[in-house]
Protein backbone atom coordinates (compact mmCIF):
# COMPACT_ATOMS: atom_id res chain seq x y z
CA UNK A 1 0.00 0.00 0.00
CA UNK A 2 1.47 3.62 -0.60
CA UNK A 3 1.70 5.56 1.93
CA UNK A 4 -0.51 8.87 2.48
CA UNK A 5 1.01 12.01 1.58
CA UNK A 6 0.28 15.60 2.24
CA UNK A 7 -0.41 16.58 -1.72
CA UNK A 8 -1.00 15.14 -4.99
CA UNK A 9 -0.59 16.48 -8.31
CA UNK A 10 -1.44 14.26 -11.04
CA UNK A 11 -0.88 15.23 -14.80
CA UNK A 12 -3.58 13.67 -17.23
CA UNK A 13 -2.08 12.75 -21.07
CA UNK A 14 0.52 15.37 -21.48
CA UNK A 15 1.82 14.55 -25.03
CA UNK A 16 5.25 15.99 -25.48
CA UNK A 17 4.21 19.27 -23.97
CA UNK A 18 7.18 19.75 -22.21
CA UNK A 19 6.95 23.30 -21.90
CA UNK A 20 3.82 23.11 -19.69
CA UNK A 21 5.40 20.39 -17.55
CA UNK A 22 7.90 22.45 -16.88
CA UNK A 23 6.10 25.74 -15.98
CA UNK A 24 3.68 23.50 -14.05
CA UNK A 25 6.48 21.67 -12.03
CA UNK A 26 7.89 25.63 -11.10
CA UNK A 27 4.58 27.22 -10.44
CA UNK A 28 3.37 24.59 -8.12
CA UNK A 29 6.47 24.89 -6.20
CA UNK A 30 7.65 21.17 -7.06
CA UNK A 31 11.27 22.03 -8.31
CA UNK A 32 13.48 24.79 -7.93
CA UNK A 33 15.68 27.20 -10.39
CA UNK A 34 17.89 24.49 -11.09
CA UNK A 35 15.08 21.46 -12.53
CA UNK A 36 15.45 19.98 -8.61
CA UNK A 37 12.68 18.36 -6.67
CA UNK A 38 11.69 19.88 -3.91
CA UNK A 39 8.50 19.46 -2.25
CA UNK A 40 8.08 17.71 0.58
CA UNK A 41 5.06 14.61 1.50
CA UNK A 42 4.22 14.83 -2.42
CA UNK A 43 3.02 12.53 -4.64
CA UNK A 44 3.76 13.57 -8.40
CA UNK A 45 1.84 10.99 -11.06
CA UNK A 46 1.81 11.06 -15.01
CA UNK A 47 -0.90 9.18 -16.31
CA UNK A 48 0.41 8.05 -19.37
CA UNK A 49 0.48 9.39 -22.97
CA UNK A 50 4.00 11.35 -22.35
CA UNK A 51 4.97 10.89 -25.77
CA UNK A 52 3.72 11.98 -29.36
CA UNK A 53 1.54 14.97 -30.40
CA UNK A 54 3.68 17.47 -28.89
CA UNK A 55 7.27 19.11 -29.32
CA UNK A 56 9.69 17.32 -27.05
CA UNK A 57 8.89 13.37 -24.78
CA UNK A 58 12.64 12.95 -24.33
CA UNK A 59 12.83 16.09 -22.32
CA UNK A 60 10.13 15.31 -19.71
CA UNK A 61 11.09 11.23 -19.64
CA UNK A 62 14.21 12.27 -18.59
CA UNK A 63 13.00 15.08 -15.75
CA UNK A 64 10.90 12.36 -14.52
CA UNK A 65 13.66 9.92 -14.36
CA UNK A 66 15.74 12.15 -12.47
CA UNK A 67 12.78 13.37 -10.41
CA UNK A 68 11.94 10.17 -9.57
CA UNK A 69 15.34 9.18 -7.78
CA UNK A 70 15.45 12.49 -5.47
CA UNK A 71 11.38 12.84 -4.69
CA UNK A 72 12.30 10.06 -1.91
CA UNK A 73 14.69 12.53 0.07
CA UNK A 74 12.07 14.80 0.29
CA UNK A 75 9.81 11.91 1.77
CA UNK A 76 7.68 12.25 -1.95
CA UNK A 77 7.41 9.47 -4.48
CA UNK A 78 6.99 10.55 -8.26
CA UNK A 79 4.92 8.02 -10.65
CA UNK A 80 4.86 7.82 -13.92
CA UNK A 81 2.27 5.58 -15.56
CA UNK A 82 2.52 3.06 -18.99
CA UNK A 83 -0.22 4.86 -21.15
CA UNK A 84 -1.26 3.44 -24.89
CA UNK A 85 0.74 5.79 -26.50
CA UNK A 86 4.26 4.73 -24.55
CA UNK A 87 3.99 0.82 -25.33
CA UNK A 88 3.15 1.71 -28.78
CA UNK A 89 6.57 3.15 -28.98
CA UNK A 90 7.81 -0.38 -27.07
CA UNK A 91 6.40 -2.47 -30.00
CA UNK A 92 8.27 -0.20 -32.69
CA UNK A 93 5.43 2.17 -33.73
CA UNK A 94 6.31 5.60 -33.99
CA UNK A 95 3.93 6.83 -36.59
CA UNK A 96 2.14 9.57 -34.37
CA UNK A 97 5.78 10.91 -33.50
CA UNK A 98 7.07 14.26 -35.31
CA UNK A 99 10.55 14.66 -36.62
CA UNK A 100 10.70 17.75 -34.43
CA UNK A 101 9.64 15.28 -31.62
CA UNK A 102 12.13 12.61 -32.27
CA UNK A 103 15.15 15.51 -32.79
CA UNK A 104 14.78 15.07 -28.58
CA UNK A 105 16.03 11.50 -28.70
CA UNK A 106 19.06 12.00 -31.34
CA UNK A 107 22.82 11.25 -30.21
CA UNK A 108 25.88 11.23 -32.01
CA UNK A 109 25.71 8.72 -35.32
CA UNK A 110 22.13 8.33 -35.39
CA UNK A 111 19.44 9.75 -37.19
CA UNK A 112 16.49 11.05 -35.13
CA UNK A 113 14.28 8.46 -36.56
CA UNK A 114 16.69 6.04 -35.18
CA UNK A 115 17.56 7.49 -32.51
CA UNK A 116 13.75 7.50 -31.29
CA UNK A 117 13.88 3.74 -32.43
CA UNK A 118 16.84 2.50 -30.24
CA UNK A 119 15.57 4.82 -27.43
CA UNK A 120 12.55 2.47 -27.80
CA UNK A 121 13.93 -0.80 -28.22
CA UNK A 122 14.80 -3.35 -26.21
CA UNK A 123 18.23 -2.84 -24.19
CA UNK A 124 17.30 1.36 -25.22
CA UNK A 125 17.47 3.73 -22.21
CA UNK A 126 13.66 4.62 -22.33
CA UNK A 127 12.26 0.77 -22.71
CA UNK A 128 14.37 -0.34 -20.11
CA UNK A 129 13.05 2.59 -17.50
CA UNK A 130 9.32 2.08 -18.84
CA UNK A 131 8.85 -1.56 -18.56
CA UNK A 132 9.24 -1.25 -14.87
CA UNK A 133 6.62 1.10 -14.47
CA UNK A 134 3.82 0.90 -13.36
CA UNK A 135 0.34 0.84 -14.96
CA UNK A 136 -2.00 1.83 -12.02
CA UNK A 137 -0.92 2.83 -8.29
CA UNK A 138 -2.91 3.67 -5.27
CA UNK A 139 -2.41 6.34 -3.23
CA UNK A 140 -5.37 6.70 -0.67
CA UNK A 141 -8.21 7.48 -1.26
CA UNK A 142 -7.37 7.16 -5.14
CA UNK A 143 -6.79 4.12 -7.79
CA UNK A 144 -4.77 6.16 -10.87
CA UNK A 145 -4.78 4.52 -14.05
CA UNK A 146 -3.86 5.45 -17.82
CA UNK A 147 -7.46 5.19 -18.78
CA UNK A 148 -11.05 3.39 -18.14
CA UNK A 149 -10.96 0.70 -15.78
CA UNK A 150 -12.03 -2.55 -18.47
CA UNK A 151 -15.12 -4.34 -16.47
CA UNK A 152 -13.30 -7.48 -16.67
CA UNK A 153 -10.56 -6.19 -13.99
CA UNK A 154 -13.50 -5.88 -11.94
CA UNK A 155 -12.18 -8.04 -9.21
CA UNK A 156 -8.26 -7.29 -9.35
CA UNK A 157 -6.24 -5.73 -7.07
CA UNK A 158 -3.92 -2.62 -8.42
CA UNK A 159 -1.06 -5.12 -8.04
CA UNK A 160 -2.58 -7.76 -10.42
CA UNK A 161 -3.43 -5.17 -12.96
CA UNK A 162 -0.01 -4.18 -13.35
CA UNK A 163 1.55 -8.03 -13.14
CA UNK A 164 -0.98 -8.56 -15.93
CA UNK A 165 0.36 -5.99 -18.19
CA UNK A 166 3.57 -6.44 -17.40
CA UNK A 167 2.84 -10.35 -18.65
CA UNK A 168 1.66 -9.54 -21.46
CA UNK A 169 4.31 -7.38 -22.58
CA UNK A 170 6.97 -9.75 -22.13
CA UNK A 171 5.02 -12.14 -23.78
CA UNK A 172 4.61 -10.22 -26.94
CA UNK A 173 6.83 -7.46 -27.69
CA UNK A 174 9.95 -9.03 -28.70
CA UNK A 175 7.47 -11.37 -30.65
CA UNK A 176 5.75 -8.65 -32.54
CA UNK A 177 8.90 -6.83 -33.00
CA UNK A 178 10.47 -10.05 -35.24
CA UNK A 179 6.99 -10.38 -37.13
CA UNK A 180 5.66 -13.64 -35.75
CA UNK A 181 3.05 -11.88 -33.21
CA UNK A 182 0.00 -9.49 -33.99
CA UNK A 183 -0.49 -7.25 -31.45
CA UNK A 184 -2.23 -8.51 -28.58
CA UNK A 185 -5.90 -6.97 -27.80
CA UNK A 186 -5.27 -7.91 -23.60
CA UNK A 187 -3.18 -4.50 -24.40
CA UNK A 188 -4.79 -2.53 -27.60
CA UNK A 189 -8.19 -3.39 -27.22
CA UNK A 190 -10.58 -0.64 -25.96
CA UNK A 191 -12.26 -2.87 -24.22
CA UNK A 192 -9.97 -5.29 -22.32
CA UNK A 193 -6.97 -2.83 -21.98
CA UNK A 194 -6.57 -0.47 -18.99
CA UNK A 195 -4.40 1.17 -21.60
CA UNK A 196 -6.82 2.52 -23.53
CA UNK A 197 -10.29 1.73 -22.08
CA UNK A 198 -13.69 3.90 -23.01
CA UNK A 199 -15.89 1.66 -20.70
CA UNK A 200 -16.67 4.72 -18.67
CA UNK A 201 -18.13 7.00 -21.42
CA UNK A 202 -21.40 7.87 -22.45
CA UNK A 203 -22.25 4.90 -24.27
CA UNK A 204 -20.96 2.81 -20.13
CA UNK A 205 -23.02 -0.45 -19.78
CA UNK A 206 -25.63 -0.18 -17.49
CA UNK A 207 -23.80 -1.82 -14.28
CA UNK A 208 -20.18 -0.11 -15.11
CA UNK A 209 -21.33 1.98 -12.01
CA UNK A 210 -21.55 -0.90 -9.88
CA UNK A 211 -18.42 -2.35 -11.48
CA UNK A 212 -16.11 0.50 -10.49
CA UNK A 213 -17.78 0.54 -6.84
CA UNK A 214 -16.45 -3.21 -7.16
CA UNK A 215 -12.72 -2.78 -8.14
CA UNK A 216 -12.90 0.57 -5.86
CA UNK A 217 -13.56 -1.79 -2.39
CA UNK A 218 -11.72 -4.51 -3.99
CA UNK A 219 -8.18 -2.61 -3.37
CA UNK A 220 -9.94 0.51 -0.51
CA UNK A 221 -9.82 3.32 -2.62
CA UNK A 222 -12.88 5.79 -3.03
CA UNK A 223 -12.09 7.81 -6.67
CA UNK A 224 -11.09 6.54 -10.08
CA UNK A 225 -8.79 8.97 -11.77
CA UNK A 226 -7.48 8.41 -14.75
CA UNK A 227 -6.30 9.96 -18.29
CA UNK A 228 -6.81 8.79 -22.22
CA UNK A 229 -10.15 10.62 -23.63
CA UNK A 230 -9.75 13.86 -24.28
CA UNK A 231 -12.71 16.45 -22.72
CA UNK A 232 -14.51 18.52 -25.46
CA UNK A 233 -15.29 20.78 -22.33
CA UNK A 234 -11.39 21.47 -21.27
CA UNK A 235 -12.97 20.71 -17.58
CA UNK A 236 -12.70 17.35 -15.70
CA UNK A 237 -15.31 14.63 -16.29
CA UNK A 238 -17.30 13.50 -13.00
CA UNK A 239 -19.53 10.85 -13.41
CA UNK A 240 -20.72 6.97 -11.66
CA UNK A 241 -21.86 8.83 -8.23
CA UNK A 242 -18.40 10.65 -8.21
CA UNK A 243 -16.47 7.25 -8.05
CA UNK A 244 -14.84 8.17 -11.72
CA UNK A 245 -13.00 11.18 -12.63
CA UNK A 246 -11.00 11.48 -16.20
CA UNK A 247 -8.54 14.57 -15.55
CA UNK A 248 -7.38 14.13 -19.92
CA UNK A 249 -8.58 17.92 -20.79
CA UNK A 250 -7.14 18.24 -24.23
CA UNK A 251 -3.73 19.75 -23.24
CA UNK A 252 -2.54 19.19 -26.83
CA UNK A 253 -5.31 20.58 -28.68
CA UNK A 254 -5.32 24.22 -26.95
CA UNK A 255 -3.60 25.86 -30.21
CA UNK A 256 -6.56 24.54 -32.01
CA UNK A 257 -8.83 25.86 -29.95
CA UNK A 258 -9.93 22.79 -27.83
CA UNK A 259 -9.55 22.18 -24.27
CA UNK A 260 -7.44 23.55 -21.61
CA UNK A 261 -4.20 23.21 -19.42
CA UNK A 262 -5.33 22.00 -16.30
CA UNK A 263 -3.87 19.31 -13.28
CA UNK A 264 -5.38 17.59 -10.59
CA UNK A 265 -4.45 18.70 -6.91
CA UNK A 266 -5.20 16.78 -4.15
CA UNK A 267 -4.67 18.51 -0.48
CA UNK A 268 -6.20 18.71 3.15
CA UNK A 269 -8.22 16.21 1.90
CA UNK A 270 -9.88 18.59 -1.38
CA UNK A 271 -9.70 17.97 -4.50
CA UNK A 272 -9.42 20.94 -7.27
CA UNK A 273 -8.85 21.26 -10.69
CA UNK A 274 -6.10 23.63 -11.35
CA UNK A 275 -6.60 25.42 -14.99
CA UNK A 276 -3.46 27.58 -16.02
CA UNK A 277 -4.57 30.10 -18.42
CA UNK A 278 -2.51 33.29 -19.94
CA UNK A 279 -3.79 35.62 -17.49
CA UNK A 280 -3.47 33.63 -14.36
CA UNK A 281 -4.75 30.14 -12.16
CA UNK A 282 -7.97 29.03 -11.56
CA UNK A 283 -8.52 26.82 -8.37
CA UNK A 284 -11.91 24.75 -8.96
CA UNK A 285 -12.94 22.71 -5.59
CA UNK A 286 -14.21 19.41 -7.18
CA UNK A 287 -16.17 17.56 -4.39
CA UNK A 288 -15.46 13.83 -4.65
CA UNK A 289 -17.02 11.13 -1.71
CA UNK A 290 -14.80 11.00 1.27
CA UNK A 291 -15.87 7.40 1.97
CA UNK A 292 -15.76 4.09 0.12
CA UNK A 293 -18.79 2.87 -1.76
CA UNK A 294 -20.98 0.34 -0.34
Not at 103 to 127: I, M, N, T, V
Not at 256 to 265: A, D, L, M, P
Amino acid sequence: MARAFRRIIAFGDLHAEAGFFREVMSRCGLVDDANQFIAPDTALILLGNICDRGPDSAGIYRSVMSYQAQAPKRGSRVYSLLGKHEVTHLFGMHTEMSETEQAGYRFDGYSERDACERAFAPGGWLFEWLVTQPVAVRIHPFVFAPADLPPVFRDLQVADVNTAVRTELQKHVIAFRNGTDDLPLSLFSPEASILCSDAAGHMASPDYTSTLHTFLRNNRAHVYVCGHTPQASGTFSVRHESRYVCINTGLSFVEQGFGSRTVFEWTDDAVHEVTFTGSGTIRKPVPLPLDRPV
